[in-house]
């Protein structure tokens, strides 16, 4: 089973930045689209960016425009760039390619 690290989650005031970043198994990520989800308590897991492996984006309306996906192949990384962050913005974060186990997640809080 394939399973990915996701970090650099944290505490951050509204209007501030934080960069996740996703590290997967070489073998496998450049041939997979990488999907970040979130899940805040009490809902569902949603995801908000996906980057295929050509490199071309999508994001949840929610974060237009805040955020961006990004990813190295080289470095088998992805990494999730939140800008102007907001209190609805706090979750724990994930990364997944498609087949995956799900990580631990990485914990983002933005205090209203």
């Known amino acids: 089973q394939v399973q990915l690290v996701e970090s650099g989650g944290g505490l951050v005031q509204a209007g501030g930045s934080l960069r996740l970043s996703c590290a997967a198994p070489?073998?496998?990520?450049?041939?997979?689209?990488v999907l970040w989800f979130r899940q805040s308590t009490g809902d569902q897991r949603e995801v908000v960016a996906t980057?295929?492996?050509?490199?071309?984006?999508d994001y949840a309306d929610s974060v237009k425009g805040r955020f961006t996906i990004s990813r190295d192949n080289a470095k088998n990384t992805a990494w999730l760039q939140m800008n102007d962050l907001k209190p609805e913005d706090t979750a724990v974060y994930y990364c997944?390619?498609?087949?995956?186990?799900w990580g631990q997640g990485t914990q983002v809080t933005v205090p209203s």
């Open positions: 980057i295929t492996t050509d490199g071309k984006t």
């Open positions: 070489g073998n496998i990520f450049w041939r997979n689209d």
């Open positions: 997944k390619l498609p087949g995956s186990t």
